[in-house]
Structures are given as structure tokens and as C-alpha cells.
């Protein structure tokens, strides 16, 4: 059973549109971060949401994290090819500094010219 | 560049070998994870460290994985007896290890194995 559900699993959209990703969970989590990752590479931290309602805003990409601290989103305004990658949602549990994270099964996003 | 590394980045190997894998992590950096990823998956935690203390371990890491950080800087990791279910990217991340507010962890490049 996985503890957070992303959707969607793939996607491919064309330059210039928008799209959100999705990270659910019945879970409570202290913090959630979203990382990207390209093939081949380790994942890169893009943002962590710490309060509950918290909006995020990291250029055209914006992160909110959900009142229950249970689920969050990421929207991309104007995707543009340099956007495309694995897009992973993570979750820390417990007060603060938890150790482990669980992750979601991702999302890969394909932009294209 | 002073971020996590990891050696080496790819391993191809025959099923019943041994192999170890590294990590070092950022300088300063106090906890020390292990996760796995195979194709289509996200990562999935395996062990990770506080210094020299491995504090907790998944069900993932069988009798046939060992995980060491002997002096509380480098980890290595190693399995034995390779099946061809073993072959994934191994991720290894640190963080400062905050006792309070968020600990960021910051993702090596990772090791790919493939067991043959």
C-alpha cells in the first residue's frame, strides 16, 4: 500500500500550458518536500511545506500543502521543456526531524517544444 | 562541489557476487540515509545513521545488507550474494540532524546496480 499517491503518473503536455501534480495521503505528515529528478541523478530538493494552508511560490512553479497536512499539490504555469523530469513528493513523519522519508511513486512530466 | 557523492555510479555485476557501495556526505552533516529505487518507483528507505549509530532499519534491508558508518563521516553499503532482484539505483542523502524544525536531506547521484 502506498502511503502517498501521486497523480498523475505520467504526463505529457505541450510548452506554454499549465498542469498540476497531486500527493495524497490519509496520513498527517510533519513536512513535505518535492524533489525533481533527472534520469540517471539523485533527486534534487525544489521546496519543503511545513504549516498546514502554506503556499509556496519557486518561479512559475507553486506548492501548497494542505490544511490537514495530508496532501499536497504542485502547479507549473507555462511548462517549458527544461521543466520535464520526475517530480517526487515526500513526507517526513512525527515532530520535525523524523529521519526517513516516504516518498510517492512520482510523476514524470515530458514538455514538449 | 561540496555535495553529497557517492562511489561508484555504476556497478554491473553476477548474481551471487558481493559488492559495496559508498557515500560521502556533506561536510558537517550529522545523519546519513540509505534508499532504494527501482524503475518507475520512488525511492524507499532502507537504514539510516546519527554519527556512527544506525538508529533504524526497514524490512527492505535483509540479512544480506550491510550498512556502516564507522567513524560518523563516509558510509559504505554492502550486499552480499547479489539476486537479480537486488538491481536498482541506491540513493544515499544526509542532513544536519536538527533536533527541532525541518531536516532537509540532500540526495547523492546514486549507484546503479545491475545483477546479471
Known amino acids: 500500500t502506498q502511503l502517498l499517491e501521486q497523480s498523475p503518473q505520467f504526463l505529457s503536455i505541450q510548452e506554454g500550458e499549465n498542469l498540476t501534480v497531486y500527493c495524497n495521503s490519509s496520513?498527517?505528515?510533519?513536512?513535505l518536500q518535492w524533489y525533481r529528478q533527472e534520469p540517471g541523478e539523485g533527486p534534487v530538493l525544489l521546496v519543503t511545506?511545513?504549516?498546514?494552508?502554506e503556499v509556496k511560490k519557486l518561479k512559475r512553479l507553486t506548492f501548497q500543502f494542505g490544511d490537514a497536512r495530508k496532501d499536497s499539490s504542485l502547479h507549473i504555469t507555462a511548462a517549458q521543456p527544461g521543466d520535464t523530469g520526475l517530480y517526487l513528493c515526500?513526507?517526513?513523519?512525527?515532530?520535525?526531524?523524523?529521519?526517513?522519508?516516504?516518498f510517492g511513486q512520482g510523476t514524470t512530466l515530458q514538455v514538449k517544444p | 562541489d561540496t555535495g553529497v557523492s557517492q562511489d561508484p555510479r555504476h556497478k554491473i555485476t553476477k548474481r551471487g557476487q558481493n559488492v559495496t557501495f559508498r557515500c560521502d556526505p556533506i561536510s558537517e552533516h550529522n545523519r546519513l540515509y540509505w534508499y532504494r529505487q527501482t524503475l518507475g518507483q520512488g525511492p524507499e528507505f532502507l537504514t539510516y545513521?546519527?554519527?556512527?549509530?544506525?538508529?533504524?532499519k526497514s524490512r527492505l534491508l535483509s540479512d544480506r545488507f550491510s550498512a556502516e558508518r564507522p567513524k560518523g563521516s563516509f558510509s559504505t553499503l554492502e550486499i552480499q550474494r547479489t539476486e537479480q532482484g537486488d538491481s536498482a539505483m541506491y540513493l544515499c542523502?544526509?542532513?544536519?540532524?536538527?533536533?527541532?524544525?525541518?531536516?532537509?536531506?540532500?540526495f547523492g547521484p546514486g549507484t546503479r546496480l545491475t545483477v546479471l
Open positions: 545513521f546519527q554519527n556512527e549509530a544506525q538508529l533504524e
Open positions: 511545506v511545513v504549516t498546514g494552508g
Open positions: 542523502a544526509s542532513s544536519i540532524g536538527w533536533a527541532g524544525g525541518t531536516d532537509t536531506q540532500y
Open positions: 515526500a513526507g517526513a513523519r512525527g515532530s520535525g526531524n523524523t529521519g526517513k522519508l516516504i
Open positions: 496520513s498527517v505528515f510533519s513536512s
